[in-house]
């Protein structure tokens, strides 16, 4: 009596049938939109300190606030624990918004193999990123790290004048990878 009770039409198996792929079709579509998604959730709230690059006209343009002072912290990490160096000639400067500074940073490749890096940049607070303006970065490409090689990496940036005023303090912070494997596979 009770398999009597489970059996299904034909015309109940075929709308079951239909919504389990609608289902799986769904789950694709939202798998392929994250990625975009992600994108546009970060640009829009700042998270995951993405930052819009700016030309250097249009950063000098603007007028420095000779009124405000804002620390800038810089941080760095190298992923995978390889044996590199990597790190901010200063590890923080004061600094006007809207005037450009200078910031060098350093990569040392201590192997006997050369390798191809990739820093990915954040900024701490969050909601900070948006006015972070930088010029030219070694994190806009990868750089390649001969070895034995030191190379000292420029970092130009500006902070907008439109800063909310309750940030003073910014952290810059980039994790050096090894990428390596990534250029080869992409040739």
Known sequence: MSSEKHKRTPQQRLWHL???????????AFGYALVPLYGL??????LNGKTDGITLEDSVTEAPDQER???VEFLTTVNN?????FGAE???????????????????NRTAQDYITQATPSVVPWNAARYVRKTECFCFSQQTL???????????F??????????TTVTLSYTLFD?????????
């Open 18 to 28: 239909a919504r389990l792929g609608g289902l799986v079709l769904g789950m694709f």
């Open 146 to 156: 001969d070895a034995g090689e030191y190379k000292k990496m420029p970092v130009r």
């Open 179 to 187: 990428a390596t494997g990534l250029a080869q596979t992409a040739q």
């Open 158 to 167: 500006m902070l907008d004048p439109a800063l909310p005023p309750e940030v």
């Open 81 to 85: 624990s390889l044996d590199w160096g």
């Open 41 to 46: 959730v970060c640009d829009i709230t700042g």
């Open 90 to 108: 200063s590890s923080s400067i004061e600094v006007h918004p809207g005037k450009l500074y200078t910031v060098n940073f350093f990569a040392e």
């Open 69 to 71: 002072v804002v620390r």
